[in-house]
């Protein structure tokens, strides 16, 4: 690099929350703006560093110019054990609230590391209100990433300004999102604890949405054609200044990347690779429920049986709190039987490696807003079971607007931490695994539908495509600002 570039070159911080579902696209999105010349460090706490050190060292000798800086966490401090320093570390309530206090705590040595490192611009997550401050302090700009899409922000701004859910009289009662340019539905019960009941959540939330008004601008992990009318709500209607620069994952192009994105998978890739290729396209489901979701027993052995009735060729990821606690609750024999027929991976699934995979005909997701974009990406239809945060308005993007989803039939949002015992019979998973693998017309139309929304979003980041060019705007405009 001459020194001409160098002198000229933009440095950008990443600061996401400390948990998969914001990390990991973060650290893609980083590694966007360090493939386009933008020196990208990403802010983390040392455990969450040491997760990210292989993927970030493996781009740095592909030259990219890209580092992380850790902040200490003050675990302790908030009356939490050392080194909860992950949202996975969270096992109850009390939990959530001191984990959010040692987050607030990193302002001063955020501002510290500005005043070190001098970057020209932060995207900070949108849990990290106070970031805005920091980077005002600096004079330069702060963008907010929530991880999620243009939909759920106008959903969520809706339910906020309207309160369609006060006029009614039952949980189960089905009111319409006001105000929205398609006529979207959901019952009370499947909206998060904030609006239902006043906590310092609310509080929080607040300062949230201010913060997000007084900040640069919102980067979205979304694409143009998939929710065109979204985004214009977004910008024309709520009045945000939002640049679309996803889907982020697509930046993984080879199977180690794939294979090692966010954290190394517990199974060998290859293994994976081989099982699947050893299967008929579009013949086997993937169920996988993210990073985070915890899952009783019963809802596991539920899952057990209902894959083994649909009779389709499995992989399914399982993650418990306690491994005895799968064992104990895995059909009798279930192992064996399935020998051939379902791969169990435990832990940690190389998830775009499989999605990508065309035998891969079908995704069973708890709607975190990565896994459904991956899952667009890849072109496969998905079965919707949504848990908590915002995945009940994923679900609804995905079945009522894009048309490229069978809802499983959820009925209640929960806390992540609060599972409940079982929300879907075996019968029912059964009975959508057939009708979305199935060879009937509706299902045959959803796999035509998933596999043009893939090839769209392969197009929007490709040189010339929608998510490409604001991608561009975005990086010209920092030049102009830091000018
Ligand atoms: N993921 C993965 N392997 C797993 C579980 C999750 O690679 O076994 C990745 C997945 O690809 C996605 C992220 O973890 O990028 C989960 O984010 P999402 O928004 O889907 O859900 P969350 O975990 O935040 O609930």
């Known amino acids: 690099m001459d020194s001409e570039t160098h002198h000229h070159q933009l440095h950008g911080f990443f600061f996401p929350l400390m948990a998969y579902g914001h990390m990991i696209p973060a650290v ?8 386009r010349g933008v020196k990208a460090t990403i802010v983390t706490t040392p455990l969450n560093a040491s997760i990210l050190s292989n993927s970030i060292n493996r781009d740095r000798s592909s030259g990219l110019d890209i580092d992380i800086q850790t902040l200490r966490f003050p675990a302790v401090e ?14 109850s309530i009390e939990m959530i609230a001191k984990f959010f206090k040692a987050v607030n705590m990193l302002q001063q040595p955020l501002e510290q590391l500005l005043e070190e490192h001098h970057p020209d611009f932060i995207v900070a997550d949108m849990f990290l209100p106070w970031a805005t ?6 004079g330069i700009p702060r963008f907010v990433f929530h991880g999620t899409n243009y939909f759920c922000q106008c959903v969520e701004y809706s339910l906020k300004c309207y309160k369609p859910y006060e006029g009614i009289t039952s949980d189960k009662e089905t009111f319409v999102v006001p105000g929205l340019p ?11 604890n904030h609006f239902k009941v006043k906590s310092e959540f609310n509080e929080w939330l607040d300062q949230i949405r201010d913060s997000e008004l007084r900040s640069y601008g919102v980067l ?11 985004a214009e709500h977004y910008t ?38 081989n099982w699947l290729d050893s299967k008929e396209p579009n013949s086997v489901i993937y169920v996988c429920f993210g990073s985070a979701s915890r899952i009783s027993g019963a809802q596991l052995l539920e899952i057990a049986m209902g894959l083994e009735d649909s009779g389709f060729s499995f992989v399914w990821v399982i993650r418990t709190i306690k491994k005895e606690e799968e064992e104990r609750f895995l059909p009798e024999g279930f192992e064996e039987r399935m020998e051939g027929k379902g791969l169990i991976i435990r832990e940690w699934a190389p998830q775009v490696l499989i999605l990508d995979h065309p035998a891969v005909g079908g995704f069973i997701t708890h709607c975190g807003w990565n896994s459904i974009l991956e899952g667009i990406s890849a072109g496969v239809p998905m079965i919707t079971w949504p848990m908590f945060a915002e995945q009940f308005y994923n679900e609804n993007l995905v079945t009522q607007v894009l048309k490229i989803g069978i809802p499983v039939g959820v009925e209640e949002w929960n806390l992540w ?3 409940k015992e079982v929300s879907v019979r075996k019968d029912k998973i059964g009975k959508v695994v057939t009708q979305l693998m199935g060879d009937g017309e509706a299902a045959e139309n959803t796999r035509k539908k998933a596999k043009e929304l893939s090839e769209m979003a392969k197009r929007a980041v490709e040189e010339g495509g929608s998510s490409y060019a604001d991608f561009t705007a975005l990086i010209e405009e920092l030049k102009i600002y830091r000018k």
């Open 236 to 273: 024309n209607v709520m009045g945000r200044r939002a640049w679309h620069i996803g889907p982020v994952s697509l930046q993984n192009r080879d199977t180690i990347d794939k294979a090692q994105r966010g954290k190394k998978a517990s199974i060998d890739e290859h293994h994976v690779l």
């Open 78 to 91: 908030a009356g939490l054990p050392e080194g909860s320093e992950h949202v996975n570390a969270i096992t």
């Open 220 to 230: 979205v992990n979304s694409f143009y054609e998939l929710e065109p009318a979204y």
């Open 182 to 192: 398609d006529k979207i539905e959901m019952t009370r019960s499947q909206l998060s």
């Open 133 to 138: 401050e920091a980077a005002g302090k600096f």
């Open 417 to 419: 931490i609060e599972a």
């Open 28 to 35: 893609d999105l980083a590694r966007m703006f360090a493939a």
